[in-house]
């Protein structure tokens, strides 16, 4: 008896009532403490400022602090304030929004923050409020005016500070990869959930037009069950990735607290200015690419495919064989050409490619059973599988808007707060993120391919063996 042809026509329909219904899902099988009520509000001494805790309107003044100013740090300073060096505007957007408070174990960076932040306060008439700096994060939570925090800190920092801000009632806009690993992850997860506050992962990425307008595709069925989906983020530097940053001569240990700096790491080296400056070449404090470039590249993807789970299995290899040849095998301890798999329970698969010694990327596609995404610069083009040809119609989108820009995702965290929506980069994309980068970092160093139970929030082999979930201690660089 031969196999009864399936009604593509009823088939499709089945699909899309499952698609719409896992839209509106959380994600799956994170299982969040119970949720806590909102802060009390409380009354703010700042005349132009809104109360922390209290629903903001559109005309609301946001007061900012900032938690790690170096490189990254000082860039979201610049923004969130709207400010260059010479206070001239560094973007055009209306963010309505006041740096109040810098902390950095630096005090070049405290002295530097400072200036700015009051440099705009008088230049731009806003206000007789004081601008205060800080070594110790806690001190500056204790501010009950302060609403956001944006943590531009080194990874092993990012879980700490999070939880501590939303604990004293601070929304929270933290630099990728969310945390160090994962266990610490689904800690800032859990806390989000309790809180209530809004959280914005730090992927400028996570807001640009087209993937949510792919996204829109998607749930409306257009390509059928996604299947596949791949992205990268190639670059090549001769001279070693993140060698580029300059090491500071002020940089001493009288001039900086390198024991807290160091924080949760287990093998604790004594003071080195390249490990400050250049941090992201040592596993002691990141994931390498895969925790920074990858990052950018996993995040706006998620999105993209609509995905609403966490991944079921990863596999990464890499290795840093270019880099030894002509930079050194010293020089550092992460990869320098990465690629990794993911599946996902619901059948999707993803590639993600990496690489700092090679800069032809792989295209952006994500491909469904009756139809295939392809992204441009600013676009989204739809075509049909050749068998859905009578059932898809090609379809085009150009020039979307926002591109990647930082201040438009500083504007989506801020809009969220005051409007009481979903932020872009919200904690459900984060934490798929951060599963994907843990289990890829965790399969390239064990040589394993990863499973993930989402239940009880562990790893294993393919045949069930328990695999440690890394963190600080686990390997010799941790």
């Known amino acids: ?48 400022a809104p109360a922390p805790g209290t629903v903001l309107g559109a005309a609301d003044r946001l007061n900012v602090g900032f938690v790690g100013v170096g490189g990254q740090g000082f860039t979201h300073v610049r923004v969130a304030t709207n400010a260059n060096g010479d206070f001239e505007p560094n973007h055009n957007y209306d963010l309505n929004s006041v740096g109040v408070a810098g902390c950095d174990l630096y005090q070049g960076r405290r002295e530097r923050v400072h200036s700015h932040l009051d440099g705009v306060r008088q230049a731009r008439n806003l206000g007789g409020y004081q601008v205060k700096t800080y070594k110790d994060h806690r001190e500056m939570l204790d501010d009950k005016d302060i609403d956001v925090i944006f943590i531009g800190t080194v990874d092993h920092w990012h879980s700490t500070i999070a ?54 595709l998607v749930r409306a069925g257009k390509i059928g069950p996604a299947t596949f989906a791949q992205n990268s983020y190639m670059r090549n530097s001769p001279d070693g990735e993140w060698n580029y940053y300059q090491l500071d001569e002020g940089v001493t240990p009288e001039t900086m607290d390198w024991e807290h700096w160091l924080g949760k790491v287990s093998n604790r080296p004594s003071f080195n200015r390249e490990h400050y ?7 002691r404090y990141c994931a390498g690419i895969m925790g920074d470039l990858l990052a950018h590249m996993i995040h706006p993807l998620i999105i993209a495919a609509d995905v609403h789970e966490l991944p079921k299995r990863v596999v990464a290899i890499g290795n840093k064989t270019v880099t030894d040849m002509f930079v050194g095998a010293d020089d550092r301890s ?71 820009s930082i201040p438009a995702h500083v504007e989506n965290l801020f809009s969220a707060i005051r409007n009481d929506h979903d932020t872009n980069g919200n904690i459900d994309v984060a934490i798929i993120a951060q599963a994907i980068i843990s289990m890829a970092e965790t399969s390239n160093r064990f040589g394993e391919a990863v499973y993930l139970d989402k239940e009880t929030r562990t790893f294993h082999t393919g045949r069930g063996t328990v695999i440690p979930v890394p963190t600080y201690g686990t390997f010799d660089l941790s």
Not at 199 to 206: A, K
Not at 352 to 367: D, L
Request: aromatic fraction near 10%; glycine fraction near 8%; proline fraction near 4%.
């Open 163 to 216: 939880i501590d801000a939303m604990d004293a009632g601070k929304h929270v806009y933290c630099e990728k990869p969310m945390t160090r690993y994962l266990g610490e992850a689904f800690d800032v997860y859990d806390k989000v959930k309790e809180t209530g506050m809004k959280f914005q992962i730090g992927s400028q990425y996570c807001s640009e037009a087209k993937w949510h307008k792919a996204a829109e």
């Open 1 to 48: 008896m031969k196999n009864k042809k399936l009604n593509t026509a009823d088939s499709r329909r089945s699909f899309l009532k499952k698609s719409a219904l896992a839209a509106g899902a959380v994600v799956a099988g994170v299982n969040a403490k119970d949720s806590k009520s909102s802060p009390a509000p409380r009354i703010n001494k700042f005349s132009n």
């Open 334 to 404: 992460v990869d320098d050409n990465t690629q990794l798999l993911v599946e996902f329970p619901s059948g999707l698969c993803m590639l993600i490619a990496g690489s700092t010694v090679n800069e032809q990327g792989i295209g952006q596609v994500i491909r469904g059973h009756e139809g295939t995404l392809y992204f441009g610069g600013g676009s989204v083009e739809l075509r049909p599988e050749r068998p859905f040809a009578d059932l898809v119609d090609q379809e085009s989108y150009e020039n979307l808007e926002p591109g990647v």
């Open 277 to 283: 400056h250049r941090w992201r070449k040592y596993y």
